[in-house]
């Protein structure tokens, strides 16, 4: 297969300043102290009720510089939130026009190589890398496809989209990605409290994200189990479709 690339239709926010790390630690559910320069990692960003604001990626492009993109629609809401909890730290957030370009195909990461805003797009495969940055320093390799083609490689991937699979206010067991998008070890943060609650006592959303294979179906239709409707299908792939499954069900599989 060779590669393909598109940009695709995700917001950007730049963080920046002498306190960036440490504030995006202090925020974020996952484990943002250890990221190195020139890395990325993927977040849940909480409210303080520990309902979700925000399934975001961070990128780390300097010491000081960091980007959150997210899918497109949700960056406003996402300054305010953090805005909120900024108080003295030495950090400034703001929307940027930067873009994020999408490489899918065998060997992907490879062919692309290093270089600056090179971001892990879903779990890390060999084939799919994305590049965060301004459009005059974006590689161009391969074929250039519709954006549509990549939402299908992430649908294929069993990695659900913000505002589509998760939904904002969701429980954040509800998104599968926890062992991804949340870390276990690190301080607190906010909502911190309602996700280590429901994981010591094995606590279980009432609608979960899962992978069931496409057959047929589309967005929005109906997942039946023993005559009964259990769920809807929200994204789809080439091979796999992701719905909201009722946690009662046994349809389909986990993302992970």
């Known amino acids: 297969m060779s590669i393909y690339w598109a940009d695709v239709a995700r917001d950007v926010i730049i963080v920046q300043g002498d306190d960036a790390q440490t504030f995006l630690h202090s925020q974020l559910a996952n484990d943002i102290a250890s990221l190195a320069v020139g890395a990325s990692i993927h977040s849940l960003l909480l409210e303080p009720t520990g309902h979700v604001s925000a399934l975001v ?3 780390r492009h300097e010491d000081t510089v960091f980007t959150l993109d997210l899918d497109a629609g949700f960056a406003d809401e996402v300054i305010v939130r953090l805005q909120r909890f900024v108080l003295r730290a030495k950090v ?12 899918r195909g065998t060997d992907a990461m490879r062919e692309v190589g290093v270089g600056p805003g ?23 390799l391969g074929e250039v496809t519709e954006p549509e083609r990549i939402d299908y490689s992430r649908a294929d991937a069993r990695w659900p989209k913000l505002g589509v699979d998760v939904l904002v206010g969701d429980i954040p ?24 609650r429901m994981d010591s006592r094995g606590t279980m959303a009432p609608v979960v994200v899962r992978a069931l294979p496409r057959e047929g179906l589309g967005v ?8 009964k409707s ?13 719905a909201r499954i009722a946690r009662t069900s046994t349809v389909g599989e986990p993302l992970v």
């Open 173 to 196: 067991g509800t998104t599968g990605i926890l062992s991804v998008a949340v870390s276990f070890t690190k301080g607190c943060y906010p909502g911190q409290e309602l996700v280590e």
């Open 92 to 103: 400034t957030l703001r929307r940027s026009d930067w873009l994020v370009r999408a490489f």
């Open 57 to 59: 990626r961070v990128v």
């Open 118 to 140: 090179r971001a892990i797009p879903y779990w890390g495969s060999e084939d799919e890398i994305d590049v965060v940055g301004d459009v005059s320093l974006l590689p161009t």
């Open 230 to 242: 259990v769920g809807t299908v929200t994204s789809i792939g080439s091979r796999i479709a992701l």
């Open 220 to 227: 929005g239709a109906r997942v039946m189990e023993d005559d």
